[in-house]
C-alpha cells in the first residue's frame, strides 16, 4: 500500500469513529431531549435508561405509587410502548434479545417472559413468591438461578419446573446453563452423584457410569481423597475446572462418551493418573465411541504417572497421538482405530519399550514396523491386534522372550456392502507360562495358513 492509499485508508477510518461518536450523541441528546416529555406521558417521577444495550429500552418509577415499568422509547414522539407494566418494586433489564426479566415485589422474586418477543406482551411467568433469583448465562443461553432453602438450582423461566436440582450450596458451582436442561431437565439428581454433594470428603470410589449425565457438578472438585472415577457411557463435552482439583486420583474411565472429543492441557493437573480410558465401550454388545476425530493436547505428554491407557475412536492421520510416544511408564497400552482404516505407528518412537507388557493395536495392514522393532520390549508378555490383508510374516514372535498370549483377528467385507465380519486368526490367551518354541511355530503356521487363504 503506498503512502496516498494508506492516507486514504486512514481518512475513512477517522470518518467512520466520527460518525459513530456523533450517532451515539444523538442518540443520548435524543433521549434526554424527551425524558421531561416521557416522565409527563407516563407520570414517571424517575427514569433509568439501558445504557449497555442502548436500545431505547428504559424502566421508569410511577410518581404516585412509586412502582417501576419497562417501556421502549418511541423515536417518533409518540408514548413509548410498554414492556413490563407499573407495578413491581424494582425490576431489571432485559439482556440484549433477552429472553426474560427478574422483578420483585414484597421482598420476593419473579420473572416476567415474553415482552421482548414476538407482540410484545408481558407475562408474568413466575410470580413473585421466590426467596432469590439471578440471570445466568452462557453461550447465548439464559437461564434462571434460585435460591431455595441454602441451596441453588435452576427454573425454568416458562412454567417454573425444576431444571438442575436445589443442592448446590454456591451459585458458582451450577452447571454452565445449556439448551440441554431445557430439554432434558433433572429434577433430582441419580443417587449415586449424592455423596459428591454430602460426604465427598469419604469418597475414594465413584461410580456414575451409564446414567446419561451431560456435566459433571462443580462439587467434584471437593472430593479430594477421591481415587478412583468412572464416568463411562455418559453424554459429557467438558469438565469445570474443578475437576481437575482431583490430585489424588488414579483411575479415570471416560469410555463410551461419543461427544468428549478434546482432552486438553487440563488432564496434567491430574499428576497422580495411573489408569486412562478413552473412547469407545461396549455395553449389551453394542460399541459406542465418537465419529469425530478425538483431539489431544501435545501437554499430555507430561502425564509420566500414567500405566494404563486405551483410546478408542477415530484418530487425527490415523495415528498413535504423538502424546503417547512421550510416555515413559507405560505398562498397557491399547490404541484401535475406529474407522476401518489402517493404523499409522511406529514402534522405535515408544518410550515404553522397558516398561510395557500388554500391548493392543487396531487396525494394521503391514507388519514391517512391527517385526523390526517388537524385539526391542523385552517385557512384553500379551499382545493381540486386529488386521487386514497380511503379505508381512509372523516370525518376529520368535524374538520376544516373555510372550504368553497372543490373539489376533481379522475383519473382511461382507459382499460389495460397508459390513464387515470378524474372524479370529489365533487365540493364545490361557496360558499362564511363557510360550514354548512349538506353541510359537504353531502360531505363525496359523498366519500363514490364514492369510495363505486370504489371498
Known amino acids: 500500500m ?12 477517522f470518518f ?9 450523541a444523538q442518540y443520548v441528546d435524543s433521549q434526554k431531549q424527551y425524558e421531561k416529555k416521557i416522565k409527563k406521558q407516563l407520570n414517571l417521577k424517575t427514569i433509568v435508561w439501558d445504557e449497555i444495550n442502548k ?9 404516585i405509587t412509586g412502582k417501576w415499568g419497562m417501556f421502549r422509547f418511541n ?17 431489571g433489564m432485559f439482556k440484549l434479545n433477552g429472553s426474560f426479566a ?24 413466575l410470580p413473585c413468591n421466590y426467596e432469590l433469583l439471578r440471570y445466568v448465562e452462557h453461550n447465548g443461553v439464559e437461564m434462571v438461578a434460585s435460591y431455595q432453602d441454602g441451596h441453588w438450582g435452576y427454573l425454568n423461566y416458562k412454567n417454573g419446573d425444576t431444571l438442575i436440582p436445589f443442592v448446590h450450596r454456591e451459585i458458582t458451582d451450577l452447571p454452565a446453563p445449556s439448551r440441554t436442561f431445557y430439554k432434558n431437565p433433572i429434577k433430582q439428581y441419580p443417587e449415586a452423584l449424592q455423596p459428591v454433594f454430602n460426604q465427598p470428603d469419604t469418597l475414594k470410589e465413584l461410580d456414575l ?7 459433571i457438578p462443580n462439587e467434584i472438585g471437593n472430593c479430594k481423597n477421591l481415587r478412583t472415577l468412572n464416568l463411562e457411557g455418559n453424554n459429557y463435552t467438558t469438565f469445570p475446572d474443578s475437576f481437575f482439583e482431583l490430585s489424588k486420583l488414579e483411575n479415570l474411565y471416560l469410555g463410551g462418551n461419543s461427544k468428549l472429543l478434546d482432552f486438553d492441557e487440563r488432564f496434567i493437573r491430574l499428576t497422580n493418573l495411573k489408569t486412562l480410558v478413552i473412547g469407545g465401550i461396549t455395553q449389551s454388545g453394542r460399541e459406542t465411541y465418537s465419529m469425530s476425530n478425538l483431539r489431544f493436547s501435545k501437554k499430555l505428554s507430561e502425564l509420566k504417572s500414567i ?8 484418530l487425527k492421520n490415523d495415528s498413535i497421538p504423538s502424546f503417547v510416544y512421550e510416555l515413559p511408564n507405560l505398562n498397557y497400552l491399547s490404541v484401535e482405530l475406529r474407522n476401518l482404516r489402517n493404523i499409522r505407528y511406529d514402534l522405535s518412537k515408544l518410550s515404553c519399550k522397558d516398561s510395557l507388557v500388554d500391548f493392543n493395536l487396531a487396525n494394521i495392514d503391514n507388519l514391517d514396523n512391527w517385526n523390526a522393532n517388537i524385539h526391542k520390549f523385552p517385557n512384553l508378555e500379551e499382545f493381540s491386534m486386529n488386521v487386514t490383508e497380511m503379505n508381512d510374516g509372523f516370525e518376529s514372535i520368535m524374538k520376544i522372550p516373555r510372550l504368553r498370549e497372543i490373539y489376533i ?10 459390513y464387515y465380519q470378524v474372524n479370529t486368526v489365533m487365540d493364545y490367551t490361557l496360558n499362564m507360562d511363557v510360550m514354548t518354541t512349538e506353541q510359537r511355530k504353531e502360531a505363525i503356521a496359523k498366519w500363514d495358513a490364514y492369510f495363505n487363504k486370504e489371498h
Not at 467512520?16 to 451515539?24: F, M, N, Q, R, T
Not at 427478574?102 to 411467568?125: L, P
Open 55 to 63: 436500545d431505547g429500552v428504559f424502566i421508569g418509577q410511577s410518581s
Open 102 to 125: 427478574i422483578v420483585k415485589n414484597n421482598g420476593k422474586y419473579g420473572v416476567v417472559s415474553g415482552a421482548w418477543h414476538g407482540d410484545m406482551k408481558e407475562k408474568e411467568t
Open 409 to 418: 483377528t481379522s475383519h473382511s467385507r461382507i459382499g460389495d456392502g460397508n
Open 209 to 215: 457410569s451409564f446414567l446419561d449425565l451431560s456435566f
Open 75 to 91: 423515536y417518533d414522539g409518540n408514548k413509548p410502548y410498554c414492556l413490563i407494566k407499573i407495578k413491581y418494586d424494582s425490576l
Open 16 to 24: 467512520v469513529l466520527i460518525s459513530i461518536l456523533s450517532l451515539k
Open 2 to 13: 503506498n503512502f496516498v492509499n494508506l492516507n486514504k485508508f486512514l481518512s475513512l477510518i
Open 307 to 314: 500405566r494404563e491407557l486405551r483410546i478408542v475412536g477415530y
